[in-house]
């Protein structure tokens, strides 16, 4: 067998890239094992299963926590939800089309040996996925993530593939029990064949959920879409707090976005259900709608504003009338500033310069510029029509710092200060419109070039 590119021998998929090797054992046994050229021992994981992908195991490394995504997708309009809320479908093995990166298989472009490699790449790969029963393909394909660790459940925890269908969100976490648990079990699988001939709010206190039939109903209106680790667990948080548990009760659906505003208590005054419903449904389920960062926005507006009470908006077009309205009210305020400014230059009501902004956290080049003072913020507000100048105290502390994106298109990008280090934060285009994917992928190319 060539130590390179994918292979199936001997009832295992084998994998070689840069000198890692990858080699698992198919449904029902589902093993898998990792050694590197920096550690020669085997390593024993839970690799990235996507079997509704051309690539059915899109890394060897176990999935990490994230935060829950924006949806840089999702328009500032509402648009319905379709049917891909309920997953999406899943392709035959047997008949795997190609995708962006199996294209132009021809001996006039490839050499020979490149396609026998692919080919025998393909093969592997549709093996690979036929080992899974078709139920279970059509079950797992249903998540977007840990796919691996509920195929595992359901091939070696009798009554798992029951609890898929009638709680998924409730699997999901059972499946990967150890990240919500305090002291998380030596044998998880073991525990949970126990556990699944327990009643489910026995399962749910097992897992730190409140153990009660109110919350099994909760957890059984998250659909596979929407599980993550990141919803879950905020979730499970939620359901602890008396002042979110009602809304949670009388939501027909809990994704994402709704988890996210939710959790923010700063938000929950500003929110009506009618808001909630419309940007729940315009949002990828398992990520959270561009519209919270308006809502932040606007809470900031509002505080330097000195605009006392709290304000509810019935629907997305009534937030982003209001927020226009601040950001117009602020940069008008701000150039008045500026003129007034100017007149007392040089006399004694002259008013002191502004403390510097800190340095940038990360370094610009000739594409992403540092915004490096108040003034250069106020002028990109004013400029690209947005509320830019209101992070100026969000700079100050070092919670934030702001970016003008001159290529491939033209936008304001903010990064956020998190434990881990800087992360993106926002990035809009003029007047808060959506930036073209291209313009997302060099921001964030430069973003883990310079921030690992």
Not at 61 to 78: G, K, N, Y
Not at 146 to 162: E, K, N, S, T, Y
Request: with cysteine.
């Amino acid at each position: 067998m060539r130590q390179s590119g994918e292979h199936r021998r001997d009832g295992k998929y084998y994998r070689f890239t840069g000198g890692t090797v990858l080699v698992i054992r198919p449904w029902p046994e589902l093993r898998a094992w990792r050694k590197t050229p920096a550690a020669q021992a085997w390593q024993r994981i839970r690799p990235d299963l996507r079997l509704n992908q051309i690539e059915p195991i899109g890394s060897d490394r176990t999935p990490r926590r994230q935060s829950i995504p924006r949806d840089r997708s999702a328009s500032l309009e509402a648009r319905p939800a379709t049917d891909t809320d309920h997953g999406p479908g899943f392709p035959d093995p047997g008949a795997v089309q190609p995708g962006p990166r199996d294209t132009l298989l021809s001996r006039d472009n490839w050499p020979g040996w490149r396609v026998e490699r692919h080919l025998e790449a393909l093969e592997a790969r549709r093996w690979f996925v036929s080992t899974f029963p078709e139920s279970i393909r059509q079950r797992l394909s249903a998540f977007s993530n840990r796919q691996w660790h509920l195929a595992v459940l359901m091939a070696r925890c009798p009554g798992a593939v029951d609890l898929v269908d009638g709680n998924p969100a409730l699997a999901y976490a059972l499946a990967s029990s150890w990240c919500f648990r305090t002291r998380p079990v030596a044998s998880p699988l073991r525990s949970a064949r126990a556990l699944l001939k327990q009643p489910q709010r026995r399962l749910l206190g097992w897992l730190g959920f409140p153990a009660s039939a109110s919350a099994v109903r909760i957890l059984r209106k998250v659909p596979p879409t929407a599980c993550t680790l990141p919803i879950l667990l905020r979730l499970r948080d939620l359901m602890k707090d008396p002042g979110t548990l009602g809304v949670l009760r009388h939501a027909r659906v809990i994704r994402g976005t709704l988890v996210r505003l939710l959790a923010d208590p700063l938000l929950r005054p500003m929110l009506t259900p009618r808001l909630l419903a419309e940007l729940d449904a315009s949002a990828a389920p398992d990520r959270v709608h561009p519209a919270v960062d308006l809502l932040h926005d606007t809470l900031h507006m509002r505080q330097q504003e000195r605009l006392d009470g709290a304000v509810r908006f019935e629907s997305l077009a009534a937030l982003r009338r209001h927020h226009d309205v601040l950001v117009a009210a602020l940069n008008e305020r701000r150039e008045l500033e500026e003129v007034h400014a100017e007149a007392l230059r040089g006399t004694d009501e002259a008013t002191p310069p502004e403390p510097p902004f800190p340095s940038p956290p990360i370094p610009g080049n000739s594409s992403i510029e540092p915004l490096t003072s108040a003034e250069a913020l106020w002028e990109e507000g004013r400029t690209m029509d947005h509320c830019a100048g209101s992070f100026v105290p969000r700079v100050r502390s070092g919670g934030s710092y702001l970016y003008r994106v001159l290529s491939p298109s033209r936008a304001t990008l903010s990064i956020d200060a998190t434990e881990d280090g800087w992360r993106l934060g926002q990035l809009h285009g003029p007047s808060n419109t959506p930036v073209p994917p291209e313009t997302l992928a060099a921001v964030r190319r430069w973003l883990s070039g310079r921030n690992p």
